[in-house]
Every structure is written in structure tokens, then in C-alpha cells.
């Protein structure tokens, strides 16, 4: 590996720098903004909550989603001083190249995207819990407690059902669970209600027990018995938010499990895996493109660059929303989805890198 020189450790520090000072003032104006919207929910809780459980949990949730957008901003803004000031006319003139003069820019790129994968894979879901729990508890409560006619796969050839649930009261109703071997039913547990205790023990109440075993059928009853059941309410009670607020390997497992037990409302869940790898990708390719459109002075000075890279980079977060709901409507695969804009932009980013080192 190459020693970081003195040029190096200037251009780490222009963009890293840079970089911070944009997340600051975009998160500053965004503080702003949602004071202004949730005012009357900040009013009736406690401020220690407000303060600790939701703005400390919120903006680096913010600031790593957009973190693409800073990292263009970034790139735009002081390369575009440093070719204002002739500064990269001056060092091209001494015989570096072109791919030299990149090292740096790669180099920060590296830093950001192995900080932004590790805060959404790691650091922020367990943050997301107290953030999330915060806006159900005094903002909009989207948290779903109940479910009705739930059915899923709860082991190889066990099938369950409950009519009814209810997460406030940990109770399930009408339940059955079914076993089968060969195709055919060997057992059947039925009880009029069903309550989760913790992990996989569920205590089921008047219930019945039916074995088959040829033509012979043994019936047992009881009035509770306590049970494991691989089963947890977050397995059939889906909030909008659940995908934010776990790990990446738990998110990994949860997608695994819950394609096992054939449930299908799990594409949110996907989209969230993959965009966690495409978004630290996109570190590479905005830096790239953001410095071959600004290393070369042009007519108007810096602010065309900057309008560029706003578009730039609006248009690509724009772009990859777009392709999630094509993922949601089930017309692409959510790894697609989150990957078509990175391949666009990546063919858009060769093109500009090799017109600009011509250039």
C-alpha cells in the first residue's frame, strides 16, 4: 500500500471536512422543519424524551440516509474551489495523472461508505427502537397490534392458525396447529386461546389434542399447558417500521425464517437489506461523478457545478425510491431494484471520469 502523502491528507481533509460541515447545516435546517411539524407532540412529552430518545436517534438516522446527497455536495463544493483557485491546474502541471489526483478522493470514499454501512447495519437499528417507539407513543401510533385469520408455517410440515390476536394483551384466539408427515396429518392441537409469554413459550388454554395414527385417533384435553411454539408476534405482525430497527445479520435471519413459513409481506424487509449494500456503494460512484464534473474550471465559476451536483444527486435518490416501488409491486426483485440506480449512475460516472481525464 501506497503512503498517504502530504496532497493526500489535504484532499482527505477538504472532503471529509466538507462533507461534516454539510451534514451540520442540512441537519440544522431539518431540526427547523420538524420542531415545526411535530410541535404539539414535542409540547406533551417530557423533554428528557424528546431530547435523548428521539433527536438523539434521529439525526443520525437522517443524516446516514442521505448520506449519498452529503457525499455529492461534498465533492461538488471543494473541488470546484480548488479548481476556482487554479489549485488543480497546479497539480496536474507537475506530471500527476489524472487516476493519482483520484487516490485521495477513493480514499475518503472508503472512509465514508465503511462508516455508513457499519451506522445502518449496527449502530442505528437498535437506536430506531427508542426513536420509533417515541413517534408511536406521541406523534402517530403505526404500530400494529392485531391480526386476524393468521396462518404460517411454523416448522417443516407444522402449519398454525389463530383467528384472532391481540399484541396488547399478548392473546391469541381460535388457534390450531396442525402436524403433518408424509403429506398426511398425524396431529392437531386446537384451544380457544393462546398467550405469549416470551421467545418461543405460548401457554394454550382449554385445548385438545388429536394424534392420528392409522385408522386409530387419541384425543386428550386439558385446561392449560405450557408449550414452545417456534413462533413470536413480530412474525405475523407486521409494522412499517420493523425493518429499521434491526441489525443487518437479524435482518438477514428474519427474511430467511420468514420465507420458511411462506409468509409473503416481507418486501420492505428485503429492500432494506440490499439497500444498506447499494447505499454504501453509492459513496463511490457520486464521489466519482461529482469530481469529474467539478476538477475542470468552467464559465460561471462554481455555482453551475454545484446546481449540477444538486440535480445529480436529487435525481438519484428520487431514482432509487422510484425502483423500490417497482420492487413493492413485485415488477423487479428488490436486489434489483436497489441496484438499478447504482448501475446507471456507475456507466454515467466512467463516461464523465474519462472525459474529464482527457479533458
Not at 38 to 56: C, H, M, N, S
Not at 98 to 108: A, D, E, N, Q, W
Not at 334 to 340: G, S, T, Y
Request: net charge positive; proline share 3%.
Amino acid at each position: 500500500m501506497k503512503p498517504i502523502k502530504i496532497l493526500d491528507r489535504y484532499i482527505i481533509g477538504k472532503f471529509l471536512g466538507t462533507y461534516i460541515f454539510a451534514i451540520i447545516l442540512i441537519l440544522a435546517i431539518t431540526i427547523m422543519f420538524d420542531v415545526n411539524e411535530k410541535l404539539d407532540a414535542f409540547l406533551k412529552a417530557p423533554l428528557k424524551a424528546t431530547v435523548f430518545d428521539y433527536f438523539l436517534n434521529f439525526l443520525p438516522y437522517f443524516a446516514n440516509q442521505f448520506s449519498p446527497l452529503f457525499t455529492f455536495i461534498a465533492v461538488i463544493f471543494f473541488t470546484s474551489k480548488l479548481a476556482d483557485n487554479s489549485e488543480i491546474i497546479a497539480m496536474l502541471s507537475t506530471g500527476m495523472s489524472y487516476r493519482r489526483f483520484m487516490r485521495p478522493y477513493l480514499i475518503s470514499a472508503t472512509i465514508i461508505a465503511a462508516a455508513t454501512y457499519l451506522l445502518s447495519a449496527y449502530i442505528i437499528p437498535p437506536a430506531n427502537v427508542e426513536r420509533i417507539d417515541y413517534t408511536n407513543t406521541y406523534v402517530k401510533n403505526k404500530r400494529v397490534d392485531y391480526g386476524s385469520n393468521i396462518q404460517l408455517q411454523v416448522a417443516k410440515g407444522e402449519i398454525a392458525y389463530m383467528s384472532r390476536y391481540d399484541n396488547t394483551s399478548k392473546m391469541g384466539y381460535k388457534f390450531s396447529l396442525e402436524t403433518f408427515k408424509n403429506k398426511k396429518l398425524i396431529s392437531r392441537l386446537t384451544a380457544q386461546t393462546i398467550k405469549w409469554d416470551t421467545l418461543y413459550r405460548w401457554q394454550v388454554r382449554d385445548y385438545m389434542i388429536r394424534d392420528f395414527k392409522g385408522n386409530r385417533e387419541t384425543i386428550r384435553r386439558g385446561v392449560r399447558l405450557d408449550t414452545i411454539i417456534p413462533i413470536e408476534p413480530r412474525d405475523f405482525l407486521i409494522s412499517k417500521n420493523d425493518h429499521e430497527m434491526m441489525t443487518s445479520p437479524a435482518l438477514r435471519e428474519y427474511i430467511s425464517r420468514q420465507k420458511e413459513r411462506g409468509v409473503a409481506n416481507i418486501k420492505a424487509f428485503e429492500i432494506e437489506n440490499e439497500r444498506r449494500y447499494a447505499m454504501t456503494a453509492a459513496a463511490f460512484i457520486l464521489t466519482i461523478i461529482g469530481m469529474s464534473l467539478s476538477s475542470r474550471k468552467v464559465k460561471g465559476g462554481m455555482g453551475i457545478n454545484i446546481g449540477i451536483g444538486l440535480v445529480l444527486s436529487f435525481s438519484y435518490i428520487l431514482f432509487m425510491t422510484v425502483t423500490s416501488a417497482f420492487a413493492v409491486s413485485d415488477y423487479t426483485s428488490p436486489m434489483v431494484a436497489m441496484w438499478i440506480p447504482n448501475m446507471l449512475y456507475a456507466i454515467i460516472a466512467v463516461i464523465l471520469y474519462r472525459k474529464a481525464s482527457k479533458g
